[in-house]
């Protein structure tokens, strides 16, 4: 080997050391602008409906709210969708590969938005790079467990703050519900319930084809859209109606079901269930491209002895325990204890103690509901201070999103899924 050849791997070795780098001052240059009224930039990777949601959040916090926040770069596969978001914003900052922008020094924050299959990978990249992240729900798709695990690794060992994208958890109904139970307001809890009832499949069939002649190209980047999911031809189908494919998104299990089931999660103060089993199917809209279910019902059981039913449909609305509190969505959960349960109704925490209880009759004023706003600014404050929990915090959403890919796998195999808590893995 002459004295200017490289080994391939010394080009590995190489780049390693060069990824730490940069890695590790990018964190440096987070730290440096920490503090309650530092400025923060934020990007966001994937521009499309639910994304647009939170750059007129932001914008808000921006103009109106006094947040020292700045939306300073976009990313999208698509470019229509791109150049649309960033001139709104009057950015130069476009990418169409989503490391370029996580790469951006400008960028502070990451807001990912993507196709369920593309948040771990890309949330992993951004904490690694020492970037905040808001990902939205599911945190990954439902055959990701294991890139799951990895990214409630990474969080845990990050400096940045991560927030999953279960913006209900901003009410605060489930934490004071949360302290009521740990108080011993229904004695030990035993069984709980809770669900999504919805009429009509908007969320899944009604995905708009922003253009029905689209192709692969400068324009269009399908590889980059499928990911680590199997390789397909592409179809403008696939790619802009993606919720309605196993390969990208699971019905109302994992689109649904994160903002039902992470307030019950967060109340029982449950982790990694010990079974799961499941069942469902396509039942009332058995559209030709449909494949993921439009009815699904998880059973839930804990090392804790508690059981949990998860039930839902996209065929009816009628939620049986009435809406879910303070603008929050899905069906009210219902938490029974040995001694008394506590339900949610006009705006209180009510305990109804059980036949033979001493406990005695009560009800606690919710002290505020859902809020985006909120939702954003407490994330915000807590990038700035480098402190979490957040308000959705990574291993809240890893002991839900467990739950919800256990009954996939369940339902998937026709079996019972087991979780293995020695080996951190799911077992059917």
């Known amino acids: 080997m002459g004295p200017n050849e490289v080994t391939r791997r010394e080009v590995v070795r190489r780049g390693g050391a060069i990824a730490a780098t940069l890695a590790a001052a990018s964190t440096a240059r987070a730290s440096q602008r920490t503090g309650p009224n530092s400025r923060l930039g934020v990007g966001f990777i994937g521009c499309g409906g639910r994304a647009g949601a939170h750059m007129q959040t932001l914008h808000w916090l921006k103009t109106d709210g006094g947040e020292a926040v700045e939306l300073v770069a976009f990313c999208d596969v698509y470019g229509p969708r791109l150049r649309r978001a960033a001139e709104a914003y009057g950015s130069k900052r476009a990418y169409g590969d989503y490391r370029l922008l996580i ?53 845990a060992s990050s400096q940045a703050v991560l927030q999953c994208g279960t913006q209900g958890m901003s009410c605060s109904a489930w934490e004071q519900a949360r302290q009521l139970i740990a108080a011993g307001a229904i004695g030990q809890p035993i069984h709980a319930e809770a669900g999504y009832f919805r009429v009509g499949d908007w969320g899944e069939r009604g995905m708009p084809v922003d253009d029905p002649k689209a192709v692969p190209g400068p324009d269009l980047n399908w590889t980059a859209f499928l990911g680590d999911s199997p390789r397909r031809p592409f179809s403008v189908d696939r790619f802009f109606r993606w919720r309605l494919f196993m390969d990208y998104a699971g019905g109302p299990v994992t689109d649904l079901y994160p903002h039902a089931f992470t307030p019950v999660v967060h109340m029982l103060g449950v982790k990694f269930p010990a079974s799961v089993v499941a069942d469902g199917g396509i039942y009332r809209y058995p559209y030709e491209l449909r494949e993921v279910p439009d009815t699904f019902s998880l059973l839930i059981d804990y090392p804790e002895k508690i059981s949990v039913a998860l039930m839902g449909t996209q065929g009816n609305a009628h939620s049986g325990t009435g809406p879910a509190p303070s603008g929050s969505v899905g069906r009210a959960p219902v938490i029974r204890g040995w001694e008394a349960t506590l339900t949610f109704a006009g705006g209180n925490i009510v305990i109804t103690p059980t036949d033979g209880s001493s406990k005695q009759p009560s009800s606690v004023r919710i002290e505020r509901g859902e809020d985006l706003v909120e939702f954003w600014k407490s994330l915000l404050a807590a990038a700035r201070s480098g402190r979490g929990p957040t308000a959705s915090p990574m291993d809240l959403a890893y002991h839900t999103q467990a739950a919800l890919l256990m009954g996939m796998a369940a339902w998937r195999a026709g079996k019972t899924a087991r979780f293995d808590a020695l080996r951190e893995s799911i077992v059917v």
């Open 103 to 155: 790469d951006d020094p400008a960028v502070d924050l990451v807001c990912i938005a993507t196709p369920d299959h593309h948040h771990a990978a890309q949330a992993i990249a951004a904490l690694k790079a020492g970037k905040h992240v808001y990902v939205e729900k599911p945190i990954t798709h439902w055959r990701q467990f294991r890139l799951l695990r990895e990214l409630a690794h990474t969080a």
